[in-house]
């Protein structure tokens, strides 16, 4: 607009034009020509005269929708960070159903016009956005920080020079396929194949680890007061000779039962679990109990 000297009423209708496309999720394209009389780049040349805009539309990845869906449905808090503006990111948000709570990057400095979102203490205002739109490197830091302040695991995907930052500060960076060495290099996953639905896999997949990491701790608690308390009785009340071999057959039976644990059918939790050490212990002692009323 600046370079063809367009006139007030030009440009209104053109800013007009140009949040009508956001509004669909399109971004605008400037075109402007020059008419330059002789074919030599020294010669002097016509004014640049603005010719109209070209919509174009970048769509989100093949499998982006289904993915932030599934991470929903487990818990897992998604938020749009990006560098187009406020009402392109609302309606790719409502197109991948995660929300059009969205905000400017003013709003992370305090600066926003609506006077109810300048009241939010800018922690609170990250904690409950689905989003950000015409953000900056600084401000994709400043946002992972904010929520890792707020103590939860932050993991953050990106592809460009942009996201490095970012990428680097969050707890878990993923970066796609097609990723620019920069951000692979920031991050600590690259994806080998097109597509984030694979995140879904390695959160369930983590999660039924962490469910069998629980499952062992919960029989290691049960074994070890059964075997302790057992042993103990034995020796002092019964005055029971234990013989070395006796020792090491029990070990190794013990051993054998925790490998199995290797390959046991769990469900991963369909919400984020975390260490619960009086659950677990509780669990353990009761299972301790059940077993030698059992026996």
Request: hydrophobic fraction near 45%; glycine fraction near 6%.
């Amino acid at each position: 607009m600046n370079l063809c000297n367009c006139k007030e009423d030009v440009r209104k209708k053109a800013h007009s034009v140009i949040d009508k496309f956001a509004e669909r999720g399109l971004r605008s394209l400037g075109v402007a020509r020059q008419e330059v009389p002789e074919k030599n780049k020294d010669s002097p040349s016509a004014p640049w005269q603005f010719v109209g805009l070209l919509p174009l539309f970048d769509p989100p990845r093949h499998d982006s929708a289904e993915t932030i869906t599934r991470a929903l449905n487990l818990g897992v808090n998604v938020k749009m960070i990006t560098g187009d503006q406020l009402a392109i990111a609302k309606e790719t948000g409502r197109r991948l159903g995660m929300g059009t709570n969205m905000y400017p990057s003013s709003s992370l400095l305090g600066q926003s016009k609506d006077a109810a979102v300048a009241a939010l203490p800018v922690d609170e205002l990250i904690e409950k956005a689905d989003g950000f739109a015409g953000v900056f490197p600084e401000h994709k830091y400043e946002i992972v920080k904010r929520l890792q302040e707020r103590k939860h695991i932050c993991g953050m995907t990106g592809d460009g020079v942009n996201d490095a930052p970012a990428l680097k500060r969050a707890d878990i960076g993923i970066v796609v396929a097609d990723a620019t060495d920069a951000a692979r290099g920031a991050s600590d996953i690259v994806l080998t194949e097109p597509g984030l639905s694979v995140i879904i896999s390695a959160v369930l997949t983590s999660r039924a680890i962490f469910q069998r990491m629980k499952n062992y701790t919960i029989y290691v608690v049960s074994i070890t007061i059964r075997i302790v308390f057992g042993f103990m009785f034995i020796a002092l009340i019964w005055k029971f000779d234990f013989a070395p071999f006796m020792v090491l057959i029990i070990a190794i039976l013990n051993d054998g039962t925790i490998m199995t644990i290797s390959k046991d059918r769990v469900k991963p939790s369909p919400l984020p679990d975390s260490w619960k050490l009086k659950e677990i212990f509780a669990t353990g002692v009761s299972l301790c109990c059940l077993f030698e009323n059992i026996e």
